[in-house]
């Protein structure tokens, strides 16, 4: 017999089933779901109503291509979110597309991958479907570069109209193309009124190339077209990636309230019309080509910005006006025409260029402007003005500069002394009372790194720090060495005592590391490189003897080479009170060799000899393509001598006409070159070969029996001293001027021939 149930019972029974039915397979809340995989999130997506909150389930989802779409309302977004927000990896090769009206999306990491598109997040579905009135906040996108450096893609594209892409991290893109592209390539997405707003934009790295921008608005195609972006209280955190950090192609844009951290480059009004730029914080901290304001094109503003400590010159000054081309194609330069450039304060920086660019075609000065009620002091009472060309066209009127001695510019300028102190905000303001309309407001606000980004993903420094971990101690006993460095973490030093090293196997170097030598080991190599840098490798030698004499009998060895795949992660070299010897078994042995799509930032070496060697100290000259692309950032070599040297002591090349980018940079000082240069295999016939080096200082160098040093002249205006050297049975150096019709800009001064 079946047991009686009253209807208030069956009730109970009924709701606790359902409970129980919604809490294991259903919405936690009405219109909220967590879904565990890509087939759930597909019919969640299919099914979504406005109000709907999809949430990722916490853990990684891996190959994931992303795609939102829906029609939600304004007070009721269709919502896509982690179960936990920083919980929710996204890794190997995905993306995020989103199409439709009012969709928001917040929570996701994008790490330990790659988009297989063009985009990683991208506001379209194709051409046809748009996101409008969307939203994407509190997401990261941390090194997702595609491991070919030159491939390139975008890390965020935004299309259709009154979008906001707000609050996200982005750092480390190493690839190439712009990390953050607002897109006006079809009429749906033109004066879209887009917020990109309070994102952290960190650290991006020198890429040794064109297309390294951290934010472009526009293309050259449409620049004749407005955008109506905001641009507001981002931070971008040392964007190194190329001369333009910020590049501006469309019109009616505004740029305010962002904080530009010791950036190389500058925010540039590249094209497009009437863009204003206001109440930006340039914090340039002396690092070398920290930048500003360029400014090109019609009836732009730039007025109550703050610009500190910027080193940069050229195209990448503290602010630039360009000479234009007459009836200029689109895509080149326009006219600088009734710019309003006020009120803004410019404290100890290096230089100001007006009518710069000028040139046979760049010869369209700056008209119908005016420099009001700026402020412009130099500790050291420096003028940093540079006058190109007829500045005639722009009016100044009331800007105060300090105790300058002889001023390019007069008129318009009081020229007096000025006691600036820092204020609360951290800027520098005068003292005098009778100045409080001169320069930048008095309270301008300025923003706090810890204001953007997310709160839940630090904000960490990326950069190479050697000597920062533990010193493991080896000794000489066969694979005593290389266990070590199978071990060792980042920045561990590993320290070698005395005694005679050989080692069998190549020393793959993936993580920053030191071999340091006590009482100078000797260290041999029976393969055709020493040591060979990978992919997030820097390698620091100090106190060893490195020898080449057990090496194969092979063309071509090294005592370092990078590695033969393309490498996204800029690497170090550091060689100090080291000594390289019998580097000869065979022809072209270099000291260093790299590989085409591999950039070190720096290769620095202090206080060692080399001698002996039958190819290149440094063979850095793969990028022979002629696009402006190049091998190494800084070069410097001091208190080092070389000694019977075949090949050239450098060889570095940068060719192609492209100026957005500073480097490469070489220094040599205080060292002396002996029989260098001298073999019959050494292709440039030179002791020194700099093809479109940005920067080179030679000075307070000895050369004796050496071929001259080579450089040739491209473009980017370099700079070159050649300085105090002694050259015993060499040449004096050749300098040529490959593509400028000017006069040689080298500076071959005080060099003593014996």
Not at 81 to 103: D, H, W
Not at 146 to 174: C, I, Q, S, T
Not at 714 to 724: A, Y
Request: glycine share 8%.
């Amino acid at each position: 017999m079946q047991p009686i149930v009253t209807l208030r019972q069956f009730k109970l029974s009924l709701s606790l089933i359902l409970a129980l039915g919604i809490s294991a397979c259903a919405p936690i809340t009405p219109g909220e779901i967590t879904v565990k995989d890509q087939a759930e999130f597909e019919q969640a997506v299919a099914n979504a109503k406005p109000g709907d909150v999809i949430k990722l389930a916490n853990g990684t989802w891996k190959d994931f291509e992303i795609l939102f779409t829906g029609t939600g309302e304004a007070d009721r977004p269709i919502r896509l979110t982690a179960e936990t927000k920083g919980r929710v990896f996204i890794t190997g090769q995905s993306n995020l597309s989103l199409a439709g009206e009012y969709l928001e999306v917040s929570g996701l990491i994008f790490k330990d991958g790659y988009t297989p598109t063009l985009q990683v997040v991208s506001f379209r579905r194709n051409k046809e479907h748009l996101a409008n009135h969307s939203r994407v906040t509190e997401v990261v996108i941390d090194n997702f570069s595609n491991p070919e450096r030159f491939e390139a893609d975008y890390w965020v594209a935004m299309y259709g109209r009154h979008n906001r892409f707000d609050h996200n991290h982005l750092e480390g893109k190493r690839n190439k193309g712009v990390t953050m592209a607002v897109r006006l390539d079809s009429e749906a997405s033109q004066e879209n009124h887009h917020r990109i707003d309070h994102n952290y934009f960190g650290p991006r790295p020198v890429l040794g190339s064109n297309g390294g921008e951290t934010l472009r608005i526009g293309t050259s195609h449409y620049s004749l077209s407005d955008s109506f972006t905001l641009v507001e209280n981002n931070y971008f955190d040392r964007c190194d990636g190329e001369v333009e950090i910020v590049s501006v192609k469309s019109g009616s844009n505004q740029v305010r309230g962002n904080l530009f951290f010791e950036s190389k480059g500058t925010l540039t009004l590249r094209h497009g019309d009437n863009n204003i730029v206001e109440e930006n914080v340039f914090l340039g901290g002396q690092v070398d080509h920290t930048g500003g304001i360029r400014v090109i094109n019609k009836g732009q503003i730039i007025r109550n910005n703050y610009l500190e400590g910027l080193t940069g010159y050229r195209f990448g000054g503290s602010l630039v006006v360009m000479n234009g081309v007459p009836n200029s194609s689109i895509n080149r330069y326009h006219q600088v025409v009734n710019a309003q450039i006020e009120n803004n304060s410019m404290i100890n920086n290096e230089h100001i260029q007006l009518a710069a660019g000028s040139d046979a075609e760049r010869s369209a000065t700056p008209v119908d402007s005016q420099f009001a009620s700026n402020l412009i002091v130099n500790d050291n009472g420096r003028d940093t003005f540079t006058l190109y060309d007829d500045v005639s066209g722009i009016r100044f009127a009331d800007n105060v500069l300090n105790n300058v001695e002889s001023p390019q510019l007069a008129e318009g300028f009081s020229n007096q002394a000025v006691t600036l102190t820092r204020a609360a905000n951290g800027l520098l303001y005068p003292e005098s009372p009778g100045l409080n309309d001169v320069g930048a407001k008095q309270d301008l606000v300025v923003l706090n790194k810890d204001d953007t980004g997310v709160s839940w993903y630090p904000k960490s420094d990326a950069s190479i720090r050697f000597d920062i971990g533990r010193t493991i101690d080896v000794t000489a006993a066969p694979g005593d060495l290389q266990q070590a460095i199978d071990l060792a973490e980042s920045g561990d030093i590993i320290r070698l005592a005395a005694g005679d090293y050989l080692l069998s196997k190549v020393i793959h170097i993936d993580k920053p590391l030191t071999l340091l030598g006590d009482n100078r080991p000797k260290v041999e190599f029976e393969r055709s490189t020493l040591f060979e840098i990978a992919d997030g490798g820097s390698l620091k030698l100090s106190g060893l003897v490195i020898s080449g004499a057990r090496s194969p009998d092979n063309v071509g060895n090294s005592v370092i080479r990078t590695s033969p795949y393309s490498m996204l992660i800029n690497y170090q070299i550091k060689v100090e009170n080291s000594e390289f010897i019998q580097l000869d078994v065979n022809r072209h042995f270099n000291f260093l060799n790299v590989a085409k799509s591999t950039m070190a930032d720096s290769v620095v070496i202090l206080d060692s000899h080399f001698s002996d060697v039958s190819g290149a100290i440094l063979a850095m000259d793969k990028e022979a393509d002629d696009y402006g692309i190049f091998n190494v950032d800084y070069v410097v070599i001091k208190n080092s001598s070389f000694t019977n040297v075949q090949g050239a002591l450098a060889s570095l090349y940068r060719g192609g006409t492209d100026e957005s980018t500073f480097g490469p940079h070489f220094t040599l000082t205080n060292s002396e070159l002996t029989n260098v240069g001298t073999g019959s295999k050494n292709k440039s016939k030179a002791s020194i070969y700099l093809h479109g080096v940005q920067v080179t200082t030679i000075e307070n160098n000895r050369f004796s029996n050496t071929p001259a040093i080579k450089i040739e002249h491209t473009v980017g205006e370099p700079v070159t001293r050649i300085v105090k050297n002694s050259l015993t049975a060499t040449p004096l150096p050749a300098v040529r001027e490959l593509h400028s019709q000017a006069e040689n800009s080298a500076v071959i001064t005080d060099n003593i021939i014996r």
